[in-house]
């Protein structure tokens, strides 16, 4: 069924409008974006939902606009605004940014102070960027961000959606509920297919003894009834070494390189696909995943040459059951071992077309 208003004269008039606004490829998308804020007069919405919509898709716009000017790929950097500069990991936080600023790297921070201003004074104010929310005691960004590389947010939920949306790779610091929340969130949205597998790092400095306890209840009480898989404890890396938190972002992307559905199966793209032996292998350990038939090797679909999508790179399929992801990501540290680290890595957009379409 057709999404547009039920009146083929004011069809014709929104799509005239939209066709002389714009002239652009993704006009039906527009139009669709339209269509949905007139049913929201027609049905009536009353004048604080409306609100609530028009300023979401406000800074959900706006967001777009300011991360799309920079496509270098960007970690974002989840930590505590009351930590203080002379706490250990105010120093880790800082040491961390600058390290992967130094590779190229854009560095993302909820833009307040704290562990936010650490990450975002070790990148410097060229390589940071910041997603502020406006609290009453948090007004405005620290001031390593530049105007221009800051979105400001009423709503967290659109706040947390950008940090995920405009990120390949996560680091975690110690915080308070917020970052609680959006560590759980993140695992969360990996843990059910929700965005794309990416590095997570759980990082503090030695002795801090923050996520330790953490990690023991959810062995303890989870993992232990059965409330989640002991293979979901893969989808993230617990560490106090910087070295090894940086190296944990840069091999995830040292042979594997993206992921998309075609015709029912996963394909994963790869620098360098396994061979036979190695294919073999691979197979029976990860039979478990596997719903029916066999990892293999494979061309790109016609979907994905259709979108001109990561041609350049090798792939394998297979029908994933959807649903241990964490055993994904242990197949994607498998395959990642076939491979060495290059001098340079080829880094996948955040968020594709391919995976707003899924229709779970």
Sequence with gaps: MAYDLGNEELNERLRSLIADSSGNENQELIEELVVTALKLLRDGATRGDLKLINTALKEMRYSNLVFSRHPEPKVTIYGSAR?????????????????????????????????????????????????????PFEATANEYIADGRTVNFKYFFTRKLAFVKESQAFVIMPGGFGTLDEAFELITLFQ??????????????????????????????????GLISESDLHLFLQTTDLDAACQEIFKFYSNYHSQRYTAGKLVLRLRQAPDDDEMAALNEEFADIIVDGAIERTEPGQAEVDDDDALDMQRITFPFDRRQFGRLRQLIDRLNDLASLPETTEIPASMSEEQAERPW
């Design 83 to 135: 930590i203080k500069a002379d706490d250990p990991n105010y120093g880790l936080t800082e040491r961390f940014a600058a390290t992967m600023a130094s590779h190229g790297w854009g560095v993302i921070t909820g833009a307040g102070p704290g562990l936010m201003e650490a990450g975002s004074k070790g990148a410097g104010v060229e390589n940071s960027y910041g997603v502020n929310i406006r609290l």
């Design 192 to 225: 059910t297919g929700k965005s794309d597998l990416h590095p997570i790092v759980l990082l503090e400095a030695e002795g801090t003894d923050y996520w330790a306890p953490l990690i023991g209840f959810i062995t303890d009480k989870l993992i232990t009834r």
